[in-house]
């Protein structure tokens, strides 16, 4: 049984900075990063097929995250800069295991992923 766990997550202020990990008990075609804040849709942020340059994604992150990988390892991280009280919210990460270069990209992703971590939260007080 495939397992995402995550972690990282945490209280900042306005500014600050976070990465977050998250680990495959096994390899994956391809991961991302997903977050849901409070009575709003899970939205995507950034997604990476490994080995390869992720393609950009024009999230409301943009410009202040960076997703990236470690193969050895199957994790992927977020690093999340000038962090904002509305990027508050639960960051989930998703993995293919096998598929299409197409499932990969962000928006596919959240809908063709065949495992979910069980979230971390992110919060950014003002």
């Known amino acids: 049984q495939i397992q995402l766990s995550e972690s990282g997550g945490g209280s900042v202020q306005t500014g600050g900075s976070l990465r977050l990990s998250c680990e495959a008990s096994?390899?994956?075609?391809?991961m991302g990063w997903f977050r849901q804040a409070p009575g709003k849709a899970r939205e995507g942020i950034a997604s990476?097929?490994?080995?390869?340059?992720?393609?950009p994604y024009p999230s409301a992150m943009k410009g202040r995250v960076t997703i990236s990988e470690d193969v050895a390892k199957n994790t992927i991280y977020l690093d999340m800069n000038n962090l904002m009280p509305s990027d508050t919210a639960i960051y989930y990460c998703?993995?293919?295991?096998?598929?299409?270069?197409?499932?990969?990209?962000?928006?596919?992703?959240?809908?063709?992923?065949?495992?979910w971590g069980q979230g971390t939260q992110v919060t950014v007080s003002s």
């Open positions: 096994g390899p994956m075609y391809c």
């Open positions: 990476i097929e490994i080995g390869r340059i992720p393609t």
């Open positions: 998703a993995a293919l295991q096998t598929g299409r270069r197409y499932s990969c990209l962000t928006p596919n992703l959240r809908t063709e992923a065949h495992f």
